[in-house]
């Protein structure tokens, strides 16, 4: 396939969107507030803020320069940037993550397409805590349950997927991102109105540092690489699709900043529901799943509210399985030259095979997500920095990054110290404390 089909984004706003989509996603709203709520609320915020600053970013910019420069895929870029290496199993390394979490990530969402389900049939009204905790676990260990809200999902990110990048991606994210925005500061304004209002926004804010170990920053770190998306292609395969040759240091600031605020606004809109309720932030992956459900059971005007946060998740998560579904999809069209269907078919089949073992076994699913989250992920972000500070042709690098000396051109030194120096030396933090 000729690189004028692979496909683009029609618009710099349809670019952003398609960009904040991907990185808005379970991570902000599930993830997020129960690492800050295990790990000093605001001292775990202003770690998190340091590393998007120092190590997030430059990640995100690097991926872009590799798919900006090449206009390729993961595999392909680097099979045109450095030809006659093996560089390129970077890219391949890029689609074995991908299956490997939006099989996961396929499994959480059907959670949240379930729990949207029944705030739309029941809003948790009349239920114990002790009801909810049990429907939370015997929906997650049961045969079907799981499987088919997994499965749903995958075949709502092919479905479109398959209408292509700017009909498929580049629209939906358009419609569905600031549609999320509406959706969260509704929950916020809620929120200001609780009871818990000052409690909530001191447990987010006021940095506890008694709570603060190493962990905590390992936490922030894998935070940081799961909510931008990095790590595993996406962003070189959205960047492919971006012909703007506009500030590219602008745009991605940008999505760093949707990306945090929406964090924020998540733990805005959940904390002080849970403490005006008088339950605890410190549950977990519970959080979401089980502390919320007893706050809207509790609270006036509770079942819309459900409604509308487990909207918000739902609509997170599809937009963010559509990027990983993109990368690789982008990869196989062109690796075994196939029509965009039958990729698409051919991928989320292979994912649905996945994602049926991750909801039927719960040690597949820790696998799967220690697997991507802590140790591939990483991985791949490595060989991403190590490739851009100190293989990539500096030219090619320096003009990509500054359009031809338009943008960005003082900024541009920093970056590449801190790829260089920086985002290798945390990333190498990570996998040593695995080991
Ligand atoms: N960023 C998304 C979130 O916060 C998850 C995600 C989407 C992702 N695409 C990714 C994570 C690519 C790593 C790599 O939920």
């Given at each position: 396939?000729?690189?004028?089909?692979?496909?683009?984004?029609?618009?710099?706003?349809?670019?952003?969107?398609?960009?904040?989509?991907?990185?808005?996603?379970?991570?902000?709203?599930?993830?997020?507030?129960?690492?800050?709520g295990?790990?000093g609320?605001g001292?775990?915020?202003?770690?998190?803020?340091?590393?998007?600053?120092?190590?997030?970013?430059?990640?995100?910019?690097?991926?872009?320069?590799?798919?900006?420069?090449?206009?390729?895929?993961?595999?392909?870029?680097?099979?045109?940037?450095?030809?006659?290496?093996?560089?390129?199993?970077?890219?391949?390394?890029?689609?074995?993550?991908?299956?490997?979490?939006?099989?996961?990530?396929?499994?959480?969402?059907?959670?949240?397409?379930?729990?949207?389900w029944?705030s739309v049939?029941?809003?948790f009204?009349?239920?114990?805590?002790?009801?909810?905790?049990?429907?939370?676990?015997s929906?997650?260990?049961?045969?079907?349950g799981?499987?088919?809200?997994?499965?749903?999902?995958?075949?709502?990110?092919?479905l479109?997927?398959?209408?292509?990048?700017?009909?498929?991606?580049?629209?939906?994210?358009?419609?569905?991102?600031?549609?999320?925005?509406?959706m969260?500061?509704?929950?916020?304004i809620?929120?200001?109105?609780?009871?818990?209002?000052?409690?909530?926004?001191?447990?987010?804010f006021?940095?506890?540092?008694?709570?603060?170990?190493?962990?905590?920053?390992?936490d922030?770190?894998?935070?940081?690489?799961?909510?931008?998306?990095?790590?595993?292609?996406?962003?070189?395969?959205?960047a492919?699709?971006?012909k703007?040759?506009?500030?590219?240091?602008?745009?991605k600031?940008?999505?760093?900043?949707?990306?945090?605020?929406?964090?924020?606004?998540?733990?805005?809109?959940?904390?002080?529901?849970?403490?005006?309720?008088?339950?605890?932030?410190?549950?977990?992956?519970?959080?979401?799943?089980?502390?919320?459900?007893?706050?809207?059971?509790?609270?006036?005007?509770?079942?819309?509210?459900?409604?509308?946060?487990?909207?918000?998740?739902?609509?997170?998560?599809?937009?963010?399985?559509i990027?990983?579904?993109e990368?690789?999809?982008?990869?196989?069209?062109?690796?075994?030259?196939m029509?965009?269907?039958?990729?698409?078919?051919?991928?989320?089949l292979?994912?649905?095979?996945?994602?049926?073992?991750?909801?039927?076994?719960?040690?597949?699913?820790?696998?799967?997500?220690?697997?991507?989250?802590?140790?591939?992920?990483?991985?791949?972000?490595?060989?991403?920095?190590?490739?851009?500070?100190?293989?990539?042709?500096?030219?090619?690098?320096?003009?990509?990054?500054?359009?031809?000396?338009?943008?960005?051109?003082?900024i541009?030194?920093?970056?590449?110290?801190?790829?260089?120096?920086?985002?290798?030396?945390?990333?190498a933090?990570?996998?040593?404390?695995?080991?």
């Amino acid at each position: 396939m000729k690189e004028s089909n692979r496909g683009a984004f029609a618009s710099k706003f349809g670019l952003i969107m398609a960009l904040a989509g991907s990185a808005i996603g379970l991570g902000n709203i599930w993830r997020f507030p129960f690492l800050a709520g295990e790990n000093g609320g605001g001292a775990f915020l202003i770690i998190y803020l340091a590393l998007v600053a120092l190590v997030g970013l430059p990640m995100v910019l690097s991926e872009f320069v590799i798919g900006r420069s090449s206009g390729l895929d993961a595999v392909k870029s680097f099979k045109k940037l450095a030809p006659k290496t093996k560089w390129y199993y970077t890219g391949y390394l890029a689609v074995i993550i991908g299956f490997v979490l939006l099989a996961f990530y396929s499994v959480v969402s059907g959670w949240a397409f379930r729990f949207l389900w029944e705030s739309v049939a029941t809003g948790f009204v009349g239920q114990s805590a002790a009801d909810i905790k049990d429907s939370f676990h015997s929906f997650t260990a049961s045969l079907w349950g799981p499987m088919l809200t997994g499965l749903v999902f995958v075949g709502l990110c092919a479905l479109i997927i398959a209408q292509g990048v700017e009909k498929g991606v580049e629209k939906f994210n358009k419609i569905l991102i600031p549609l999320l925005f509406v959706m969260l500061v509704a929950l916020c304004i809620n929120s200001v109105t609780l009871d818990g209002w000052g409690e909530g926004m001191r447990f987010l804010f006021l940095p506890d540092w008694s709570a603060v170990t190493f962990q905590t920053f390992l936490d922030a770190l894998g935070q940081v690489f799961f909510t931008l998306s990095i790590g595993m292609g996406v962003m070189i395969t959205y960047a492919s699709y971006d012909k703007s040759k506009g500030n590219m240091v602008r745009s991605k600031v940008t999505v760093s900043i949707l990306d945090t605020t929406v964090a924020i606004i998540s733990g805005i809109a959940i904390f002080p529901a849970v403490f005006t309720f008088g339950l605890t932030p410190t549950e977990g992956p519970e959080l979401v799943f089980v502390t919320l459900p007893n706050v809207f059971a509790q609270m006036p005007f509770g079942w819309p509210l459900a409604i509308l946060f487990f909207g918000v998740l739902s609509i997170a998560a599809i937009t963010s399985g559509i990027s990983i579904l993109e990368m690789l999809v982008s990869i196989f069209i062109e690796r075994f030259d196939m029509s965009r269907r039958r990729a698409t078919i051919v991928t989320s089949l292979m994912t649905a095979v996945l994602t049926v073992l991750c909801a039927l076994s719960s040690d597949i699913f820790n696998f799967f997500d220690m697997l991507s989250s802590n140790l591939l992920m990483p991985l791949c972000g490595l060989l991403v920095a190590i490739f851009v500070g100190w293989f990539m042709d500096k030219k090619l690098r320096g003009s990509t990054f500054t359009t031809n000396g338009q943008y960005a051109t003082a900024i541009y030194p920093i970056f590449v110290f801190l790829i260089r120096y920086v985002v290798p030396i945390s990333i190498a933090f990570i996998i040593v404390s695995l080991i």
